[in-house]
């Protein structure tokens, strides 16, 4: 008789089961009041699981998706036509004077560029070469004919779109242009988009991606919206890269169908052979 009641036995049983529960990571809201004993009972005990597994931290939600660095613009204004007419020839003079950089030096002819002067496209490459140093042309040899033949299969002419380079000058030996050479002579590239207000900018090659929106890797920004200011910009291999890479070229008409798509310009079949 000495033995305690089996009820209170019962439900001394039951509240060290609770603390046990509770120290092993079990939550008071799990349990439900029992009308005999304020000590909580279980509705429904939960399935085992171990304590390594319950303290693991919880996952980092992943990162949204970035926006596109360029989204479309609102329509350009009408060109001035006789305004950039006569900026642009301003500027030809400048650049002509020109003695900022040590390329003053050694240059035939100056390459200001040409075009359209109210284009839906400004194509921006890296520097003249032999070809346009000698004709004071922008892209005209071997790797602008290619350039002609892009624009072409984009449903273009070449006096429907401008054509320019970072440096206006060739540099010796078709050496890409040193950081100080491209930053004295970006202030006429910044000039001349300001006149010409185009729709989209196409960056050709790595020297131009790095002079004109100051960054590196062609390789993975190929293909992926940036902006100059407002204006969408599209970086893509160079025509003298495709010429050494012709496996290339598939991954740049893939760029430019971009560009027609954000132009709002169909896109052209590509004919075969």
């Known amino acids: 008789m000495g033995d305690r009641p089996p009820l209170n036995r019962i439900l001394d049983q039951l509240a060290g089961y609770l603390e046990f ?25 939960p399935a085992f699981v171990p304590a390594a597994v319950r303290a693991a931290p919880t996952p980092p939600a992943p990162e949204p998706a970035a926006p596109p660095a360029a989204e479309p613009r609102a329509a350009r204004p009408a060109a001035d036509a006789a305004g950039a007419k006569a900026g642009m020839k301003k500027l030809e003079t400048a650049v002509a004077s020109c003695t900022k950089c ?45 350039l ?50 185009p729709g989209v900018i196409v ?27 407002d204006i969408p910009a599209m970086p893509t291999f160079h025509p003298s890269y495709l010429l050494r890479t012709p496996s290339a070229k598939k ?9 027609l798509r954000r132009v709002g310009r169909p896109i052209p079949a590509v004919k075969k052979g």
Request: glycine share 10%.
């Open 148 to 197: 002609t033949k892009m624009i072409q299969a984009m449903g273009f002419q070449r006096d429907e779109v401008f054509i320019a380079n970072v440096v206006k000058c060739r540099p010796p030996e078709n050496r890409q242009p040193l950081p100080e050479e491209m930053e004295a002579c970006l202030p006429y590239l910044r000039e001349q988009i300001a006149l010409l207000n």
């Open 21 to 45: 529960e509770i120290s092993e990571g079990a939550r008071p809201a799990e349990f439900t009041t029992h009308p005999l004993k304020t000590a909580a009972v279980p509705a429904a005990k």
């Open 203 to 229: 960056v050709l090659g790595a020297v131009a991606l790095k002079g004109l929106l100051g960054l590196d890797g062609i390789m993975r920004r190929r293909g992926q919206w940036h902006a100059y200011e």
């Open 251 to 259: 991954d740049t008409w893939e760029d430019l169908k971009e560009v």
């Open 102 to 146: 040590a390329l003053h030096r050694t240059r035939t002819k100056t390459v200001p560029g040409q075009g359209c002067l109210a284009p839906e496209i400004l194509f921006v490459g890296e520097g003249p070469g032999a070809e346009e140093d000698a004709q004071g042309l922008a892209f005209v040899g071997a790797a602008g004919q290619l």
